[in-house]
Each structure stands twice: as structure tokens, then as C-alpha cells.
């Protein structure tokens, strides 16, 4: 008995340090992170950011729009023939499945066409509902068109925007 007893001291004496250091320190990462990300009695660093910009705290320290210089209107030209010019013409973007981006008719635009307004639409797509052409409405038009990221999303409207003078350039980088 006695010797079953000591076993058990001995049992909880062994806990190594390491193991105490990583629960504990998880404990209080956790706390740090939580009152960082969430706020300390309804403020925190990102909710006063969300508020003061409108846009939130992860959105704002990832560079998802690129700068416009001549690499990434490159990188947009490059992007948008293989992207885009299945639905809309192929490289030169003319028009086919999709209406023609390099003229000044626009279906979609509210007043002129802007680099922002284009965001929303590539981003959102187009639902076959919202189509305005017969070609549109059978199938729309997919989130993205086929980009992976925002930034080559940026890429491809700086490209359109250097061709089409039709677009204002209004995006920020
Ligand atoms: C799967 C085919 C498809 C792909 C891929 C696609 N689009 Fe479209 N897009 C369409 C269709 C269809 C419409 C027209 C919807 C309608 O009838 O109103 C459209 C409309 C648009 C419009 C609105 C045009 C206007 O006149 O207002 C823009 C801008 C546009 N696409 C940009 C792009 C860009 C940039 C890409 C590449 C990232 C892309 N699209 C990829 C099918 C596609």
C-alpha cells in the first residue's frame, strides 16, 4: 500500500518542466491572441482599425493589391489572356462568351466604368440571372473568372485600366 502511494508522488513529481512550459504558455498565448484579435472590453487594435478604415485588420497587413508599375500591368496582361480570353476573345479581349473589354460600352458600370467597380464585379462574378446578354444568361459569370488570388485580380484590372481609357483609375494601391 504504502509503496503504491509513493508511486503516485513520484507519479505527479515527474511532470517535466518543458510539458508545464508548453501548457502554460499556450494558456497564455491563447489569452494574448484573444484579447488582441477580440478586444478587452469591446476595444482592440482591430476593431479600432475596422472602424477608423473600414476595412478590416488582416485585409489592410496583407499586400493583396499590388503596386501599378510595369511588372504588374505585365503580370495582368499575362494573367487575363489565359484568364479571361477563354470568355472574352482571347488575348485581345475583344468580345466573345463575354462582351469586349477594351471598348466603352459597358454593361455593368454604374455612371463610368472605375478600377473599383471591375473589383467588385471579377470578385463577385455575375450570376446568370444578373446577365444582361443572351450568352451571359446561360451561364455568368464564375467569381474571379478563373484568378486565384486578389492580387492577380489587382493585376488584371491595372492592365485593363492602362488599355482602356474608358475606366478611371481610381484604385489606391
Ligand atoms: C466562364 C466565362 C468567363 C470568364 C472566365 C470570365 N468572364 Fe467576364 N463575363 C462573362 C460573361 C458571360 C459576362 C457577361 C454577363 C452579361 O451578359 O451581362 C462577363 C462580363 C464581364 C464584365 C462586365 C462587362 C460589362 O460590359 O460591364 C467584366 C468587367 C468582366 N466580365 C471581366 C472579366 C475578367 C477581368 C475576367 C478574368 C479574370 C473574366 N471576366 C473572366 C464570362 C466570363
Same mark, same amino acid.
Given at each position: 500500500?504504502?509503496?503504491?502511494?509513493?508511486?503516485? +508522488? #513520484?507519479? *505527479?513529481?515527474?511532470?517535466?518542466?518543458?510539458?508545464?512550459?508548453?501548457?502554460?504558455?499556450a494558456v497564455?498565448?491563447?489569452?494574448? &491572441? =484573444?484579447i488582441f484579435?477580440?478586444?478587452?472590453? =469591446? &476595444? #482592440?487594435?482591430?476593431?479600432?482599425? $475596422?472602424?477608423?478604415?473600414?476595412?478590416?485588420?488582416?485585409?489592410?497587413?496583407?499586400? @493583396?493589391?499590388? +503596386?501599378? !508599375?510595369?511588372?504588374?500591368?505585365? !503580370?495582368? @496582361?499575362?494573367?487575363?489572356?489565359?484568364?479571361?480570353?477563354?470568355?472574352?476573345?482571347?488575348?485581345?479581349? %475583344? *468580345?466573345?462568351? /463575354?462582351? !469586349?473589354? %477594351?471598348?466603352?460600352?459597358?454593361?455593368?458600370?454604374?455612371?463610368?466604368?472605375? @478600377?473599383?467597380?471591375?473589383? @467588385?464585379?471579377?470578385?463577385? =462574378?455575375?450570376?446568370?440571372?444578373?446577365?444582361?446578354? +443572351?450568352? =451571359?444568361?446561360? *451561364? /455568368?459569370?464564375?467569381?474571379?473568372?478563373?484568378? *486565384?488570388?486578389?492580387?492577380?485580380?489587382? +493585376?488584371?484590372? &491595372? &492592365?485593363?485600366?492602362?488599355? !482602356?481609357?474608358?475606366? $478611371?483609375?481610381?484604385?489606391?494601391?
Amino acid at each position: 500500500m504504502s509503496s503504491n502511494h509513493s508511486d503516485k +508522488e #513520484s507519479a *505527479g513529481k515527474s511532470i517535466p518542466n518543458w510539458l508545464l512550459f508548453l501548457f502554460f504558455g499556450a494558456v497564455v498565448w491563447g489569452a494574448v &491572441y =484573444g484579447i488582441f484579435m477580440h478586444g478587452f472590453l =469591446g &476595444y #482592440s487594435q482591430s476593431s479600432a482599425y $475596422r472602424d477608423s478604415t473600414g476595412q478590416s485588420f488582416a485585409v489592410a497587413f496583407i499586400p @493583396e493589391k499590388p +503596386e501599378r !508599375n510595369a511588372a504588374s500591368i505585365a !503580370n495582368g @496582361e499575362a494573367s487575363a489572356s489565359t484568364n479571361c480570353g477563354a470568355c472574352h476573345g482571347g488575348p485581345a479581349l %475583344t *468580345g466573345s462568351i /463575354g462582351p !469586349n473589354l %477594351t471598348d466603352d460600352t459597358w454593361l455593368h458600370a454604374q455612371g463610368q466604368m472605375t @478600377e473599383t467597380r471591375l473589383a @467588385e464585379l471579377i470578385m463577385k =462574378g455575375i450570376l446568370p440571372a444578373d446577365a444582361k446578354t +443572351e450568352k =451571359g444568361k446561360q *451561364g /455568368g459569370m464564375p467569381p474571379r473568372g478563373t484568378l *486565384g488570388s486578389d492580387r492577380q485580380v489587382w +493585376e488584371v484590372i &491595372y &492592365y485593363l485600366s492602362s488599355k !482602356n481609357r474608358s475606366i $478611371r483609375q481610381d484604385a489606391t494601391p
